[in-house]
């Protein structure tokens, strides 16, 4: 299987952004999403960070992070199964690392 993402400017990784795919995680509120032909394109305008999407799956499970409990909730919602989250979970990840996504914060 292919990459589902590509990261224009890679982030080195951060020490204090630990991904947990079974917490809640959102797109940080500088981060827009343009939809393409190909997936989407995520630009954080505080960064100036510009990240490619490379499926619709992955731009369905990144636009509804926000209404999930947690990560995997969201992509089981977008029609992903558990032993086909691994590819998923390290583009959410990689996401995590250069501050595309942040925590949801507790309502």
């Keep these: 299987m292919r990459g589902l993402l590509t990261v224009a400017a890679p982030a080195p990784a951060s020490e204090s ?3 947990d795919p079974d917490k809640g995680w959102r797109l940080h509120p500088q981060v827009a999403i343009r939809p393409e032909p190909f ?3 995520l630009y954080h305008f505080g960064t ?3 990240s ?3 499926n619709r799956t ?3 499970v990144v636009q ?3 209404e999930h409990p947690d990560v995997r909730s969201a ?3 977008a029609g992903v199964d558990d032993p086909d989250q ?3 979970l390290h583009a959410l990840d990689v996401l995590a690392r250069s501050t595309m996504l942040v925590p949801r914060e507790a309502e």
């Design 58 to 60: 992955i731009v369905t």
């Design 39 to 41: 997936g989407a394109l």
């Design 48 to 50: 100036r960070k510009l």
């Design 52 to 54: 490619f999407l490379k």
């Design 86 to 88: 691994g590819p998923y």
């Design 17 to 19: 952004m630990q991904f």
């Design 75 to 77: 992509c089981r919602a």
């Design 64 to 66: 509804s992070l926000a």
